[in-house]
């Protein structure tokens, strides 16, 4: 059982007890329909909705910590899968014309449930927008989840190569600048060697938050590979990109890392370059930044 | 197969599976996948792992490989387990690698030692002059893993060469595959040299890189680890695999161009079983003969700086045309357009 579900035994234990309610009522109270007498149509269409709701309201609990929203989805997809399930019980049960409880068993639940419902998805609407709030700096123009790395967790290359693809595009259209730094951390491959792969990366999250800070708000931060990272800045000249650069190394230096084991401080230096956009596409401008970074580094080796 | 042969197979069990393999495994496991789903189909259990005496094959390596490119879905996955394979956790073998007293003693002992520290592919080094080249050859048939291999292989060699020198040494890397798409991840684990759509996989360093001792060289310590190293060897089984010997004799008997019979013969076996056993390999004689005189022509051009006649000549060839027919079926390029590219 995914971890999540196990917030959720309670709605789940109710969904399955009202199930069963209905399916005694209808027992209780009519005959049950030969097999041969069964329309697979009906059963199929009605079946399926209420499968179908059964798989939504599975989907959203094991994807959704407790909570207020959480309840209210919960209890219209309950309600919606009551409805469904009633309806596909009369295709079993025959039920004597005296009964008129059934109609309301069957089309009470579903309004209810779909107003539960929408005013559930107003308050997830205004629960994303504070969570996007906080992806602000890691994620621009769009979204796609399968593009970031389980590390850090930022966006990948691929994501940045698509982002800076609309932003070269956009700042073309706008005639502003548009810049990309990139950061590489300096002897990431000793720290690995010295205190494991795991250390290592402890260091790469702490970075990427430390990064996230020292931003602006319109920038994106991402993980080019390894221990490489890549900012695109907006509206940003190469003095100012420069500047930026130089921060985000001062910002790396300063930072007193210590080891999950034994609490040491690992002193820690980054590589920076910096490349402002000219006539060129995203792929030029990556590889103009990436050799513009091999000759910081260059000059890292003989100065060491 | 008997344990006779002086060379081991797709399906020998020699290599340790707590050693090399084990690697993997924990990034696997570091990355929050089941080993159930790492080990599937390979025919092994995690304990068998951590009981530390199972012997595996390359085809099971293979398949471990295999598992662990598709269920860690990340274009890194290869570069991070090189990372972690130089010099390694193999006893006298990974400490007589890290007690080298220069770079090119260090290369050349891997090479000695690839049926413990790369059994999959085979390292091969070459000097002229002025650079070192260390190129990869396929040990057992990798087949579609052939690219995880060698950016594993050229990132370990890579790593190993900034540990011991401690710096960022100018490699050049030469790929036979096109430039893939994430390509960011050569650039950072590897460098900016990169060169695709090469005949051969081959890295390239100067050679006074390779001659300048080591900081941490133990020249007492180091031959004793060597030494242990070697009866490590001995004792783990056939020091290299089939088509890395038929390399070697393709070699030594290249102005001859030999064929299918005269190899088999060589290697005592029929050419029925011959063929057979390279084709479980994956491979061909024609394909093997090809590699062979494709490598001795561009040793011949790049080097020796030889024209077309002079190469024809030397591996017997009817004439210069034949040759770059021929050549151009290797490589899809004409010798002309290569001229300068490997030391340009």
Not at chain 1, 145 to 153: R, V
Not at chain 1, 181 to 186: F, I, M, P, W, Y
Request: include cysteine; proline fraction near 5%.
């Amino acid at each position: 059982m995914p971890s999540l579900l196990r917030h959720h035994r309670l709605k789940l234990l109710a969904v399955v007890l009202a199930a069963n309610f209905s399916l005694l009522l209808h027992l209780a109270a009519g005959d049950p329909i030969p097999v041969r007498e069964w329309n697979p149509l009906d059963i199929f269409g009605e079946g399926g909705a209420a499968l179908l709701a059964l798989v939504w309201l599975g989907l959203m609990l094991s994807s959704r910590p407790a909570g207020r929203v959480t309840n209210l989805l919960a209890l219209g997809l309950g309600c919606v899968f009551f409805s469904w399930w009633t309806d596909c019980l009369d295709e079993f049960v025959r039920l004597p014309e005296s009964v008129h409880w059934d109609h309301w068993l069957e089309s009470a639940p579903m309004p209810v449930g779909l107003l539960l419902l929408t005013y559930g998805l107003y308050h997830w609407h205004h629960e994303q927008l504070a969570i996007s709030a906080q992806m602000e700096k890691r994620e621009r123009l769009f979204r796609e989840h399968l593009l970031f790395d389980k590390l850090t967790p930022l966006a990948g290359a691929d994501y940045l190569r698509r982002q800076l693809q609309l932003s070269l595009e956009e700042s073309r259209r706008e005639g502003r600048p548009l810049s990309l730094v990139a950061v590489d951390l300096d002897h990431f491959d000793a720290i690995n060697q010295r205190f494991g792969h795991a250390e290592g990366d402890a260091v790469l999250q702490a970075v990427t938050q430390l990064l996230l800070l020292n931003l602006r708000r319109q920038d994106l931060l991402c993980r080019l590979a390894g221990d490489r990272f890549v900012i695109l800045l907006p509206h940003t000249g190469e003095s100012q990109a420069r500047q930026l650069a130089g921060e985000m190394a001062l910002a790396v230096e300063h930072l007193a890392h210590k080891t999950r084991q034994h609490g040491e401080r690992l002193q820690l230096g980054a590589s920076v370059a910096c490349a402002m956009a000219l006539d060129e596409d995203a792929e030029q401008l990556l590889r103009r930044l990436n050799l513009a970074l091999a000759r910081a580094k260059q000059g890292l080796a003989l100065s060491a | 197969m008997s344990a006779r042969e002086p060379w081991y197979e797709r399906d020998s069990r020699f290599i340790a599976a707590h050693q090399q393999p084990a690697g993997l495994l924990d990034l696997g496991l570091g990355r929050g996948i089941d080993s159930h789903r790492l080990l599937r189909g390979s025919g092994l259990f995690h304990e068998d792992i951590l009981r530390g005496a199972t012997l595996i094959s390359p085809e099971q390596y293979l398949r471990l490989i295999d598992n662990a490119q598709r269920l860690l879905a990340a274009d890194d996955t290869s570069f991070l387990f090189g990372q972690r394979l130089l010099p390694g956790h193999q006893g006298a073998a990974s400490q007589a690698l890290a007690q080298a007293g220069n770079l090119l003693e260090a290369l050349r002992l891997l090479g000695e030692l690839r049926a413990l520290l790369c059994p999959l592919l085979s390292p091969r080094l070459v000097c002229d002059e002025r650079y070192a080249y260390l190129y990869w050859l396929d040990s057992c048939g990798a087949g579609p893993s052939l690219r995880f291999l060698l950016e594993a292989h050229m990132a370990a060699a890579t790593a190993l060469g900034r540990r011991l020198s401690g710096e960022r040494l100018p490699w050049r890397f030469h790929f036979r595959h096109a430039e893939p798409r994430c390509v960011e991840q050569y650039w950072v684990h590897l460098g900016e040299d990169l060169h695709f759509g090469s005949p051969c996989d081959l890295m390239r360093l100067p050679l006074d890189c390779l001659n300048r001792p080591l900081p941490q060289a133990a020249p007492t310590a180091g031959a004793v680890s060597r030494r242990q190293a070697r009866a490590q060897l001995e004792s783990a089984g056939p020091a290299a695999s089939l088509l890395d010997r038929l390399y070697d004799w393709l070699l030594a008997h290249v102005r001859e161009a030999p064929g299918l019979e005269r190899a088999a013969e060589a290697f005592a076996m029929s050419p029925t079983t011959f063929k057979r056993k390279l084709r479980k390999h994956a491979t061909s004689y024609q394909e093997q003969h090809d590699r062979a005189r494709l490598h001795v022509a561009l040793w011949l051009q790049q080097v020796k700086g030889y024209g077309n006649e002079a190469i024809a000549s030397y591996l017997h060839f009817h004439d210069a045309n034949n040759f770059r027919r021929s050549f151009k079926r290797w490589t899809g390029m004409p010798p002309s357009s290569l001229r300068q590219s490997l030391c340009g």
